[in-house]
């Protein structure tokens, strides 16, 4: 599956901003989605993830309660919708893809088969 973001860009403090992961390729309701996130100078940082069908995601502590992950399947893209946005949330935003073989945790880079471009996100204050 080819994975390619966008929707990113200049946001003020305490903004909203929602970006975008549009798949090709392969059924994309095999796999489970995720958001990952790496700011200049340090690693990729997972951001959080939503099952095949959107029935179950799971988020980063840091995030909860500001970010949300959807999906739409017949579209064959996911989003990720950022509020109460903060100047630490500014870095390249990532989605990724794994097959969804029911449940589990996926919070590592290397836990992903498929890797979108990025789409920076950047934060003001």
Not at 50 to 55: A, K, M, Q, V
């Amino acid at each position: 599956v080819q994975l390619q973001a966008s929707g990113g860009g200049l946001v003020q403090a305490g903004g909203s901003l929602r970006v975008s992961c549009q798949a090709s390729g392969r059924a994309f309701n095999k796999y489970l989605m995720a958001w990952f996130r790496q700011a200049p100078g340090k690693g990729r940082q997972f951001v959080g993830q939503i099952s095949w069908n959107g029935g179950h995601t799971f988020y980063e502590d840091f995030v909860k309660g500001r970010f949300s992950i959807s999906r739409d399947n017949a579209k064959s893209t996911v989003y990720l919708q950022m509020n109460s946005l903060k100047p630490e949330d500014t870095a390249v935003y990532y989605c990724a893809a794994r097959e969804d073989r029911g449940g589990g945790y996926y919070r590592y880079v290397n836990d992903y088969e498929y890797w979108g471009q990025g789409t920076q996100v950047t934060v003001s204050s």
